[in-house]
């Protein structure tokens, strides 16, 4: 009875060692992730299998598999994965009639980087979400590195076209020029800008100047609400104080065009102003807005009228045109021109500020093609159009994607007042409209979406659209291509443009 007895001892100490073993040990089990289209979901399908025994205990070992379905998610498909390029262990910790939780355990092999994560068998959920946000922080980065490649090939290309006008510019002017005439204004306005952005937009941030997003706009805009607005109060002044510092006050179209781009410049604070009152994206009304853009532009063109602005015809209300069109004489109808110009580059800006760096990088290269297409018939007008495109690339270092400060309609409206103050100084309106071609695209496909909307309506009983969302580049969004393409082809065709309405200008003046 004895030995018996201590047989019965020894026989529970053993199975009671061997319980706690068996409830401490780690199944493995495989995972395996696909992509789908569809909602983001896990699925965990355990099926028994390779089941060994133990000392008269039977231990199984788990397949589980782990889904991640999504089509709203910028990440690339994990179909393309391979099981070489992913390995992911699986570990779960049980014992027999209790329900634990069990320990995941992560090791990213690949060339993604996705460290090691811990999760609770039940929360798969959590797991794959970890997983496309690491992914999905990879692409942004990417995109970001994209950006900045953008930029610096806008700023070289922009940097060698002043270098080659500044070398050949006593050619076209027939009289010499400082060195670097309208580099050195280009590049203090660029770093002006750009050591200003970093005191300015952390102020704004503080302030909670945010931008409201419009709720008709692409859903991918929703993130970009708490992105600090009215960047153009401290780009814009930089511009014309640059300008004024270099030329002084002994131009009249310098300070008129100045005066003009301040002005319009106060319509869009005062929108941007009543946005954030209001929390709304719509500030001023349509018709106060336009009403406000017309009366800029009038004052603008009657004091052109009373103002003796030297010309090198010997007249004034005329418009240069390439042969075989000559010089055109508009009289009263200039003024009609110059309240539409301001109008319709204003708004045109506007519109295309609806991307990171659109905007900015196109009215660069509209200020560089109308700098060389003005620079015979008055020099200091292409040191403000220099000065004005080296603030746009300087605001550019913080507007680029991801962008971390916007223009807002202080920005965009006093761009388009400058770029039409120019032309009305100096009667360049074709020139102007050739180098601001992604504007007027972009007007014009608002424009035609609302005409087409109306008359399809009227005529079929039911409205329809020509394009998915205007203005363009979001219908261009909704397309698929992805924000850094859609501008770095607005900057090739811009740059083309630029240079085509500069050669314009020369041989029509």
Known sequence: MRSCSSFQRHSQSHLGHFRARRSSSLIAAKTSCRFRSGSLSPELNGSKSNVSRTHGYQLQYSDVQVRAFNDDFDIPSFDNWSDNEGTVGYMVSSSEGEESDGEIVLNSISDTDLPSVFVSNNDALTLTAHRLAMIGR?????????????NLGLITFLTVLLLFVDWCAWKIVRLPLAPFYLTRPFFISAVLVSCAGYICVPLLKSLKIRQIIRKEGPA??????????????????????VTIATVGFSSLQVSGASAATLAIALIGLIDDVICLVKNHSSGLSAWSRLILEVAVGTWFSFWLDATSIPSPYGMKMLVPLPAPLGLLFLGKFYLLLTSFTFVSMGNGVNLT??????????????????????LPICSELSIFGASMAGACVGFLLHNRYRASVFMGDTGSLALGGAL????ACTGMFFPLFVSSGIFVVEASS?????????ITKHLLGGGRRLFRMAPFHHHLELCGLKEPMIVAGAYVISSVLALFAGYVGLIAA
């Open 446 to 454: 608002v424009i035609m979406q609302v005409l087409y909307f109306k």
């Open 420 to 423: 039409a103050s120019m032309a």
């Open 220 to 241: 991918r805009h929703s993130r970009k609400g708490r992105t600090p607005t009215m960047g153009g109060l401290f780009f814009v002044p930089i511009g014309i104080a």
């Open 353 to 374: 500020d609806g991307l990171d760096g659109l905007a900015g990088g196109t009215a660069a290269l509209a200020f560089i093609g109308m700098s060389i297409a003005v």
């Open 138 to 150: 990879a692409r942004r980065r990417h995109r970001i590195k994209l950006g900045l490649f953008i």
